[in-house]
């Protein structure tokens, strides 16, 4: 079965830094772009950045550059990203997403999410 | 930045038409994604490249697009559409990925 896979629920403190994962199964994980998409509570879809993990190859929207870090390990077919510093305003539900092709840049294939809480 | 302008808001009575437009600069000339997203759930593709459709989604479901306007079509509206409803399109200027807003589609 084709499948994005996601870390659980994490609960981290302004200021600490997290890493979350999307694992990949059923699929050539390098031969697809990984892109990350955030929904903060209440609110639409926001689209992060996209990684191909063949190469790493990252390309960031503008407003999150700077803020996380995007990286995939091939090894165990496993996308994350990154916070260093984590702020209030990080909390949201992040999703992980398959991008069909270069030709169909859909979505195709999404995680079911990772609720990211940042509370003091 | 490329921006996508949608209704906050569309109800419909059920097995009525539900259309959900899609707004933006020339988007006749890119390719629109359609996704459902239900509370609690992830966002599911539901139309792709304006018209293609899933083979799991019914064909209720209808996409097209022209000019400056790309249009989400619901025919025979039940009560298990009453969901969230994105638009995307890849800008190819500045190869950025943007979503539209969002329209919340009520079944009355």
């Known amino acids: 079965e084709v499948l994005l896979v996601q870390s659980g629920a994490d609960l981290k403190k302004p200021g600490e830094s997290l890493k979350i994962s999307c694992k990949a199964s059923?699929?050539?994980?390098?031969?697809?772009?990984i892109g990350w998409v955030r929904q903060k509570p209440g609110k639409g879809l926001e689209w992060m950045g996209i990684?191909?993990?063949?190469?790493?190859?990252?390309t960031y929207n503008p407003s999150f550059q700077g803020q996380v870090t995007m990286s995939a390990d091939k090894s165990i077919s496993t996308a994350y990203l990154q916070w260093s510093s984590l702020k209030a305003s990080d909390t949201a539900m992040y999703y992980c997403?398959?991008?069909?092709?270069?030709?169909?840049?859909?979505?195709?294939?999404w995680g079911r999410g990772t609720l990211v809480t940042v509370s003091s | 930045s490329y921006v996508l302008t949608q209704p906050p808001s569309v109800a419909v009575a059920p097995g009525q038409t539900a259309r959900i437009t899609c707004g933006g600069n020339?988007?006749?000339?890119?390719?629109v994604h359609w996704y459902q997203q239900k509370p609690g759930q992830a966002p599911v593709v539901v139309v792709y490249?304006?018209?293609d459709r899933p083979s799991e989604i019914p064909e209720r479901f209808a996409g097209s697009n022209s000019g400056n306007t790309a249009t989400l079509t619901i025919s025979r509206v039940e009560a298990g559409d009453e969901a969230d409803y994105y638009c995307?399109?890849?800008?190819?200027?500045?190869?950025?990925?943007?979503f539209g807003g969002g329209t919340k589609l009520t079944v009355l």
């Open positions: 997403a398959r991008r069909l092709s270069s030709s169909s840049r859909v979505f195709d294939l």
């Open positions: 490249d304006d018209s």
């Open positions: 020339n988007i006749g000339k890119k390719s």
């Open positions: 059923g699929y050539s994980f390098t031969s697809f772009w």
């Open positions: 990684i191909y993990p063949g190469d790493s190859d990252t």
């Open positions: 995307q399109v890849w800008d190819n200027n500045s190869d950025l990925y943007v």
